[in-house]
């Protein structure tokens, strides 16, 4: 069959094409996913620029509910791009997304704080998070699909495993950059304008991927399929609504994404976060060692992605899962050790209860927000990285803490401050006694997991559906499982810790969900890594 002028052949592109295809669609998104983790990485320093003062925990928890809306809106912009790019085409529905990620993200670098606009200012970042979330739940989609519809059969899992690195290397150049900021800048100049450089940056980016984006053709195998006269009228319907495709929608996402978007954002984010909020580690030793990772870690994705071509996807998948299920607790007890042995010394010989009668758990704070004195006390011990027990009331007084053999009646922070110093609280992460070796030894490992599950996650799911409800039909579980189960960790873990005063208890959600993932995906999921893309219905 003959091709119009300046299209690909279909399948036969050679060697030469299909890298550049692959370095095309993965360079954009590597940017949409900067964009994106821009937010996510500043979260802790916006929780004091976009929301009032008071409890700095719920601050912290509302800071993290704005990042899970990007997330949990990624679903809905996975059906309604997912709608567009298969009636319409891959390529050109992944290039309205990338302008609106874009446009979105450059806003933020415009954006007034709290301290100027009062609750203006966490209404209109909510906002333009909302339209990141909608843009990238039609982003990774295209850029998935477009890649393994070009790529040879046997070297599909390899293909995509280039897009599974954008998410990483995105995150990556996000730590980079505001890394760069942090050394150029003392604290006052970037809490004041210089956090905004990394957002307005994002201009320069999407210049540079709409240029890359428009030089792109057509996927082969959609173009043939449109020329045919096969492609959904209805995807939308077609992909949730008739069997068998709504079956393997939800088999998706309880039997592969929602494990792995768990597994994905403990390694590298809830990480970081236990890292500087938990241990007390300066932020830029926190993102040198954590960039360290995932520099390591990164060739890996195309490894286990091009190892699934040969021995499957799915099992590659659930034994990530399965091994990130045993270890966290102990990996995340060795980072404490490692990072912040003071701290974890001082724990161990320094019990801490604290006893009320009327506390409240604050997952938003907001203008309705009270807090008592037991919601201080706890909200003061969260913040020095303290495990603590709640006990029943006791006595008069409305919280009653006890911090080694000090204890204090009541609310008052001075009081708090002496306790902790006549017990021998350490403070902040001594970085002379920080072993970095085996600090970064074990975030390394947790990437490793990472690699794992995220590595073959493209192939698996294009493979699970035709190409003419492709795009929608494997947007949607990738969105849910990475935006919501993935996306809401942070938030999840974070408020776990808070409301049971272990700074391990909130590794229990993670855990259940990818032992949920591996028990679902092996029992009612198989392996299509032999299929072609080319002769499917």
Same mark, same amino acid.
């Given at each position: 069959?003959?091709?119009?002028?300046?299209?690909?052949?279909?399948?036969?592109?050679?060697?030469?094409?299909?890298?550049?295809?692959?370095?095309?669609?993965?360079?954009?998104?590597?940017?949409?996913?900067?964009?994106?983790?821009?937010?996510?990485?500043?979260?802790?320093?916006?929780?004091?620029?976009?929301?009032?003062?008071?409890?700095? /925990?719920?601050?912290?928890?509302?800071?993290?509910?704005?990042?899970?809306?990007?997330?949990?809106?990624?679903?809905?912009?996975?059906? $309604?791009?997912?709608?567009?790019?298969?009636?319409?085409?891959?390529?050109?529905?992944?290039?309205?997304?990338?302008?609106?990620?874009?446009?979105?993200?450059?806003?933020?670098?415009?954006?007034?704080?709290?301290?100027?606009?009062?609750?203006?200012?966490?209404?209109?970042?909510?906002?333009?998070?909302?339209?990141?979330?909608?843009?990238?739940?039609?982003?990774?989609?295209?850029?998935?699909?477009?890649?393994?519809? +070009?790529?040879?059969?046997?070297?599909?899992?390899?293909?995509?495993?280039?897009?599974?690195? /954008?998410?990483?290397?995105?995150?990556?150049?996000?730590?980079?950059?505001?890394?760069?900021?942090?050394?150029?800048?003392?604290?006052?100049?970037?809490?004041?304008?210089?956090?905004?450089?990394?957002?307005? $940056?994002?201009?320069?980016?999407?210049?540079?991927?709409?240029?890359?984006?428009?030089?792109? #053709?057509?996927? @082969?195998?959609?173009?043939?399929?449109?020329?045919?006269?096969?492609?959904?009228?209805?995807?939308?319907?077609?992909?949730?609504?008739?069997?068998?495709?709504?079956?393997?929608?939800?088999?998706?996402?309880?039997?592969?994404?929602?494990?792995?978007?768990?597994?994905?954002?403990?390694?590298?984010?809830?990480?970081?976060?236990?890292?500087?909020?938990?241990?007390?580690?300066?932020?830029?030793?926190?993102?040198?060692?954590?960039?360290?990772?995932?520099?390591?870690?990164?060739?890996?994705?195309?490894?286990?992605?091009?190892?699934?071509?040969?021995?499957?996807?799915?099992?590659?998948?659930?034994?990530?899962?399965?091994?990130?299920? $045993?270890?966290?607790?102990?990996?995340?007890?060795?980072?404490?050790?490692?990072?912040?042995?003071?701290?974890?010394?001082?724990?161990?010989?320094? @019990?801490? /209860?604290?006893?009320?009668?009327?506390?409240?758990?604050?997952?938003?704070?907001? @203008?309705?927000?009270?807090?008592?004195?037991?919601?201080?006390?706890?909200?003061?011990?969260?913040?020095?990285?303290?495990?603590?027990?709640?006990?029943?009331?006791?006595?008069?007084?409305?919280?009653?803490?006890?911090?080694?053999?000090?204890?204090?009646?009541?609310?008052?922070?001075?009081?708090?401050?002496?306790?902790?110093?006549?017990?021998?609280?350490?403070?902040?992460?001594?970085? #002379?006694?920080?072993?970095? @070796?085996?600090?970064?030894?074990?975030?390394? $490992?947790?990437?490793?997991?990472?690699?794992?599950?995220?590595?073959? =996650?493209?192939?698996?799911?294009?493979?699970?559906?035709?190409?003419?409800?492709?795009?929608?039909?494997?947007?949607?579980?990738? +969105?849910?499982? #990475?935006?919501?189960?993935?996306?809401?960790?942070?938030?999840?873990?974070?408020?776990?810790?808070?409301?049971?005063?272990?700074?391990?208890?909130?590794?229990?959600?993670?855990?259940?969900?990818?032992? =949920?993932?591996?028990?679902?995906?092996?029992?009612?999921?198989?392996? #299509?890594?032999?299929?072609?893309?080319?002769?499917?219905?």
């Amino acid at each position: 069959m003959a091709t119009p002028s300046g299209a690909l052949p279909l399948r036969a592109s050679g060697v030469k094409e299909e890298r550049r295809v692959i370095f095309a669609s993965s360079l954009g998104t590597v940017f949409e996913w900067y964009d994106f983790y821009l937010y996510a990485t500043l979260a802790p320093f916006f929780a004091a620029l976009f929301f009032p003062k008071g409890n700095d /925990t719920a601050a912290l928890l509302s800071a993290f509910a704005t990042y899970a809306a990007g997330f949990l809106v990624r679903p809905f912009g996975a059906l $309604v791009f997912g709608r567009v790019g298969d009636l319409v085409g891959r390529k050109y529905t992944f290039l309205v997304t990338i302008v609106v990620m874009g446009g979105a993200t450059f806003a933020v670098g415009l954006l007034p704080t709290y301290q100027s606009i009062g609750w203006f200012a966490p209404i209109l970042l909510v906002t333009l998070r909302l339209l990141q979330g909608l843009a990238l739940g039609g982003e990774y989609g295209g850029a998935a699909t477009y890649v393994a519809e +070009h790529a040879p059969q046997g070297k599909r899992g390899y293909d995509t495993s280039w897009i599974q690195t /954008t998410a990483t290397l995105g995150f990556f150049m996000a730590l980079a950059v505001i890394g760069a900021c942090r050394v150029w800048m003392d604290a006052k100049m970037f809490a004041d304008w210089g956090w905004r450089i990394p957002f307005l $940056v994002s201009l320069i980016l999407l210049v540079f991927s709409i240029y890359i984006r428009l030089r792109l #053709n057509e996927s @082969p195998i959609f173009k043939k399929m449109k020329e045919e006269g096969k492609g959904s009228k209805a995807p939308l319907s077609e992909s949730f609504l008739k069997y068998p495709n709504n079956k393997y929608v939800l088999l998706a996402l309880l039997g592969a994404t929602a494990g792995q978007g768990v597994v994905w954002y403990t390694g590298q984010f809830y990480a970081l976060f236990f890292l500087t909020i938990t241990l007390k580690l300066d932020y830029l030793s926190a993102y040198t060692l954590v960039g360290a990772s995932l520099l390591l870690g990164t060739p890996f994705f195309i490894f286990f992605g091009s190892l699934s071509d040969k021995i499957g996807r799915l099992k590659i998948i659930l034994l990530g899962c399965l091994i990130a299920a $045993v270890t966290y607790f102990p990996l995340f007890k060795a980072l404490t050790h490692y990072v912040n042995p003071a701290l974890e010394a001082y724990s161990e010989k320094t @019990p801490i /209860t604290v006893a009320a009668s009327e506390c409240n758990f604050h997952m938003f704070v907001g @203008p309705w927000s009270k807090f008592t004195e037991c919601d201080k006390a706890k909200d003061f011990l969260t913040k020095q990285g303290l495990s603590f027990k709640s006990v029943p009331a006791a006595g008069d007084a409305k919280v009653l803490t006890k911090i080694g053999d000090v204890e204090i009646a009541g609310w008052d922070e001075a009081k708090f401050k002496d306790a902790l110093t006549k017990t021998g609280y350490p403070g902040p992460a001594d970085k #002379n006694k920080v072993n970095y @070796p085996m600090t970064l030894l074990i975030l390394f $490992v947790m990437l490793i997991y990472v690699t794992m599950v995220y590595g073959p =996650i493209a192939a698996f799911l294009v493979e699970l559906f035709p190409t003419r409800i492709r795009y929608t039909s494997m947007s949607l579980p990738y +969105h849910i499982g #990475n935006g919501w189960f993935g996306g809401m960790l942070p938030l999840l873990a974070t408020a776990l810790v808070a409301a049971t005063g272990d700074i391990y208890y909130g590794l229990w959600y993670p855990i259940i969900v990818a032992l =949920i993932t591996l028990v679902i995906g092996f029992l009612f999921l198989k392996d #299509n890594k032999d299929r072609d893309l080319k002769y499917d219905d």
